[in-house]
């Protein structure tokens, strides 16, 4: 049926709060999708380095993990309205500093990777908060729902952005996009002033430290959401292909500047199609295999675009890419915050968070670093094969799991 196929959109029309945080994160992605072409352009235009280009994405990864873990914390104690705005407002500043360096006669590489970290980081506690406070602004039983109605808004800004930041470069230059992020930035802050406070249950005072080690006990004491986070971290590791685009666009595929931003628009293109075809996943016997099959997927375009020398055929495999890892992400955005009481849903999504950007922080040291010994493309079938069985074997912990009734850790939480 139609309506078991396509997402439900009854969120927009009932809950004014969730309408405010899908237009801000419309906008504010928008910027970014810009943003995440022009750093790695403007770093590979300054050092002919894809490696040099994967550790700024790693910095950018290693300012998140940190940001991350702290972030859950505060949020697990403060007003996570507060966090979110304090968050994105030093994120633009961020942005305003990167258009400055990029207008120097010679722009300061060292500067990127500082800003990149310092973004990363600041990005990372306005993420921890907004995942905490999801629950609260639409409901438990919405949150599937909510994941895909912000996933498909999310996603079609970044189908156009990219594709945009790589024309605004091509005839302005690469500072004009940052400046766009910054604008985009503020225009977000503007938009969120009015979602209520979210003060967290407040219990006993305890040390951050300990804090986190409840969280990290939390989810040891649940194996299959344990494997949950592993196979979600896989997935974001092979997301760091994009840190070859420029590199494959200049080469197999002889293009650009715009044939970059082709690629980094391509998977939000599929995304976008995962988010809209997303109903049927609500009705899934066992999400967990789901999530799995969908990986297995994405993992085999992976391993087919590294063979690929036509653009528009590696532009169809990242959509393919793109359709499988948003259904991936939604199922496992619902099961993590479906079983989370409140009290930890600050930390057990941070940690949650924290392991997809060591996923990150590693794909892109390891898909940079082999890019310098081999050759760019078959760094990416490497990948995509290596993903793709430690995926099975993932697979196959996950349904022994389930036969061993070990799927018992996972009853709903209360709040």
């Known amino acids: 049926m139609p309506s078991r196929l396509f997402v439900d959109l009854s969120l927009l029309r009932t809950n004014a709060n ?11 992605l928008m910027g970014l999708g810009m943003l995440a072409v022009s750093v790695p352009l403007q770093i590979y235009d300054l050092t002919g380095s894809s490696f040099q280009v994967g550790i700024a994405a790693a910095l950018d990864g290693a300012g998140m993990f940190a940001g991350l873990l702290l972030g859950g914390v505060l949020a697990d104690l403060h007003d996570r309205r507060r966090l979110i705005l304090m968050a994105r407002s030093i994120c633009g500043l961020g942005f305003l500093a990167l258009a400055l360096n990029s207008m120097l006669p010679v722009p300061s590489v ?3 990777y500082v800003l990149a970290t310092w973004d990363g980081f600041f990005g990372a506690l306005g993420v921890s908060a907004l995942m905490a406070a999801m629950p609260h602004i639409v409901g438990r039983e919405n ?6 109605l912000g996933m498909m808004t999310a996603r079609f800004a970044t189908i156009v952005s990219p594709a945009l ?3 605004v470069i091509a005839l302005a230059g690469v500072g004009w996009n940052y400046i766009l992020a910054a604008v985009a930035t503020l225009v977000t802050v503007l938009t969120l002033l009015h979602l209520p406070s979210m003060v967290p249950p407040r219990g006993e005072p305890e040390h951050p430290l300990r804090m986190l080690g409840q969280a990290f006990a939390f989810v040891f004491r649940r194996p299959a959401l344990l494997a949950l986070f592993t196979i979600g971290g896989l997935m974001t590791l092979t997301s760091a292909i994009r840190i070859l685009f420029p590199a494959l666009a200049s080469g197999p595929f002889g293009g650009g500047a715009f044939e970059t931003g082709l690629l980094f628009s391509a998977v939000p ?3 976008t199609l995962g988010a809209v075809l997303s109903g049927w996943a609500r009705h899934v016997a066992h999400p967990d295999s789901a999530m799995t099959l969908l990986c297995m997927l994405a993992f085999a375009c992976i391993a087919a675009f590294g063979l690929c ?3 528009y055929l590696g532009m169809a495999l990242l959509v393919i890419y793109g359709y499988a890892t948003a259904l991936a992400s939604i199922v496992q955005y619902a099961l993590v915050q479906s079983h ?6 600050g930390r057990v999504n941070s940690l949650w968070a924290a392991m997809d950007n060591l996923g990150d922080i590693a794909g892109a040291l390891l898909i940079g670093l082999t890019a310098n010994i081999f050759m760019p493309a078959e ?5 995509g094969m290596t993903a793709l069985a430690i995926a099975m074997v993932l697979g196959a912990v996950l349904r022994m799991l389930r036969r061993s009734d070990a799927q018992d850790d996972l009853e709903p939480a209360k709040s």
Request: glycine share 8%; proline share 2%.
């Open 309 to 311: 020398t036509n653009l």
């Open 340 to 345: 989370t009481p409140d009290a930890y849903l």
């Open 110 to 112: 060292v500067a990127i």
């Open 18 to 28: 969730f309408r405010r945080i899908l237009i801000a994160r419309t906008i504010s």
């Open 269 to 271: 293109v599929g995304a």
């Open 379 to 383: 760094s990416v079938l490497a990948l």
């Open 165 to 167: 930041g790589g024309v």
């Open 143 to 148: 949150l599937m729902q909510a994941s895909a």
